[in-house]
């Protein structure tokens, strides 16, 4: 006796059309206003399912998850308190722009707009941190709205949608003509002017001091490589946007190195000087530019460049003397293959180069007065772990330490938050661990940054992520305390932390891990995680004095706020 097979439902529809779009994996804190869709993934043979701790980590790792593939990171969460947690990592995706999908279970149609239990207006709610917004309430159009998702977070600048399902459609049945899944979908074809690149190219020619910044929107593996074939070719300084420093090889000779937060003094100079600045897919925002302070919004003493995928992005900040809507892969190409350009190089590139090397480099006989070293402890990391290793942080003046010293080479090799959102590594890794098998992956996090996703050390363990968790513990939020010493010297409130023995707390998740309070400790602990798999926690303690790469300490702010005053 055979069983009738019992027609399709919508959760099953829904399921189809994400592997039809090429998804493979999910991150989901579940919830009961979508069990159709956890028993239509139940069946799947295809999609990955990654059950997290909190939607806030689950959304992260979707973000994650987007930056290294290119396609949509999926998040599914519930309505409501779900929704709402998942929302930082939408803002993320947002400000970062990189590809995902939120699913959000919703509540049953009948009950709409009566503020049901849990009820949000999500397309009200997440309306200006996404790209779109929108709520499935006929099953039958499921593969256009999810075709239309995965179109969105792709084309133009990439970024986030959320899409809402209501518990009830979710049961329902399309029927037999229903439509089948669409087929799947890809970025619009965004090939670069000839005339833009020959006039770029003469605008550069008849520059003295030029330099590119670089990263951002679409950055790919194709466009770094291109575009620094094309830099190299003409000596061309270039500097990474924020968080970007993957966006080209540490060993180009032309790297400068890269901007945001506490960059190199010689790096922001040359920017202020240049004549000329060449944008590739970077917004030049605020962290970028230094609150727009270079280059300056109308920067009359420079030319700006400005190639971006999105026409929205275009002259919408900054006044672009030649404006480029393309994709980046497809501009650096077109501009390293182009053959009758005549730039005479310049000396700036490798001039650049030098610099940040003087920059970046730490010394060998540097001597410190802090019993662990961070310069020393990420030189010894560099020498300790590949040159490919994945290296994700959040939020927090730890991060500098890395931002100055490590080198990000291969892409992708930073997954890093422009948004500047605490909890982001940890999340973060388990999305890179799991991804790229292959590789080694390390999360950073300040003490204040863990404990927002710590918790998710239990999803690392129970799908089997392989990484190495640095926790460096001040005992403070760190980066506001810099920023009262500055403001208030003297007047310490509400940055004090009262820290867990972190190594313990890994342990309980079956992490092995050490402790290290001196340098010495903390290669000695390092170089044995390297030698293990699976989750490896360290537990740095460090002086409160030592807030940053730049060199900043508690006492040196207190005394220039005393001088300033």
Request: net charge negative; hydrophobic share 45%; glycine share 8%.
């Amino acid at each position: 006796m055979t069983m009738e097979k019992t027609a399709q439902t919508a959760a099953e529809l829904l399921v189809d059309c994400m592997v039809e779009q090429g998804t493979d994996r999910i991150f989901t804190v579940p919830g009961e206003s979508f069990l159709a869709v956890l028993d239509a993934l139940h069946a799947s043979e295809t999609v990955d399912v990654i059950t997290c701790r909190q939607e806030g980590g689950a959304a992260f790792m979707a973000c994650a998850d987007g930056t290294m593939t290119g396609r949509p990171g999926i998040a599914f969460v519930t309505r409501g308190p779900g929704a709402t947690n998942a929302s930082i990592g939408v803002h993320v995706a947002h400000q970062d722009s990189q590809p995902m999908i939120l699913f959000v279970g919703d509540v049953a149609r009948r009950m709409k707009d009566r503020e049901g239990f849990q009820e949000v207006d999500f397309a009200a709610f997440f309306g200006p941190i996404c790209k779109w917004a929108a709520r499935i309430d006929d099953a039958s159009r499921i593969p256009e709205y999810v075709a239309r998702a995965y179109s969105t977070a792709i084309s133009g600048r990439p970024g986030p949608v959320v899409l809402a399902l209501p518990e009830d459609m979710l049961c329902d049945v399309p029927g037999e003509d229903a439509p089948s899944p669409r087929p799947q979908v890809t970025k619009p074809a965004q090939a670069a002017c000839p005339d833009a690149i020959q006039t770029m190219l003469a605008m550069i020619s008849d520059a003295a001091s030029p330099i590119a910044i670089i990263g951002g929107a679409g950055w790919n593996a194709k466009a770094r490589d291109h575009f620094q074939q094309f830099a190299e070719s003409i000596g061309l300084p270039v500097a990474t946007a924020f968080r970007r420093q993957d966006a080209i090889s540490p060993s180009s000779p032309v790297y400068a190195g890269n901007l945001g937060y506490g960059p190199n003094p010689k790096l922001v100079e040359r920017v202020r000087a240049a004549d000329l600045v060449l944008a590739v897919g970077a917004r030049l925002g605020e962290a970028t530019t230094d609150g727009y302070a270079f280059p300056t919004l109308e920067h009359p003493d420079q030319t700006l460049i400005h190639v971006h995928p999105d026409p929205e992005e275009l002259g919408r900040v900054y006044r672009a003397d030649l404006a480029m809507c393309c994709a980046v892969d497809e501009f650096a190409e077109t501009a390293a293959l182009w053959e009758d350009h005549s730039v005479i190089p310049f000396d700036a590139g490798a001039e650049a180069n030098a610099e940040w090397q003087g920059w970046a480099s730490v010394a060998t006989d540097r001597t410190s007065e802090h019993a662990l070293d961070m310069a020393a402890c990420v030189a010894f990391m560099r020498e300790t772990y590949p040159a490919d290793t994945i290296v994700a942080n959040g939020a927090g003046n730890f991060a500098g330490w890395w931002h100055r010293y490590w080198r990000y080479d291969g892409f992708p090799t930073q997954l890093a938050p422009t948004a500047g959102a605490m909890g982001y590594g940890v999340p973060a890794a388990i999305a890179g661990a799991l991804r790229h098998t292959d590789r080694q992956v390390v999360a950073v996090a300040g003490d204040g940054d863990f404990l927002m996703n710590g918790q998710e050390l239990a999803t690392a363990a129970q799908h089997g992520a392989n990484l190495t968790v640095l926790v460096i513990d001040n005992s403070a939020y760190g980066t506001i305390r810099m920023h009262q010493e500055r403001e208030y010297p003297g007047r310490v409130s509400a940055t004090r932390l009262a820290n867990p023995d972190f190594a313990a707390f890994g342990a309980a998740f079956g992490a092995w891990s050490a402790h290290a309070s001196t340098t010495e400790e903390f290669k000695q602990a390092l170089t044995e995680a390297r030698g293990k798999t699976g989750l490896r926690l360290i537990h740095m303690t460090i002086d409160i004095e030592q807030l940053a790469a730049s060199g900043a300490s508690v006492s040196g702010l207190r005394a220039k706020a005393a001088a300033k005053g």
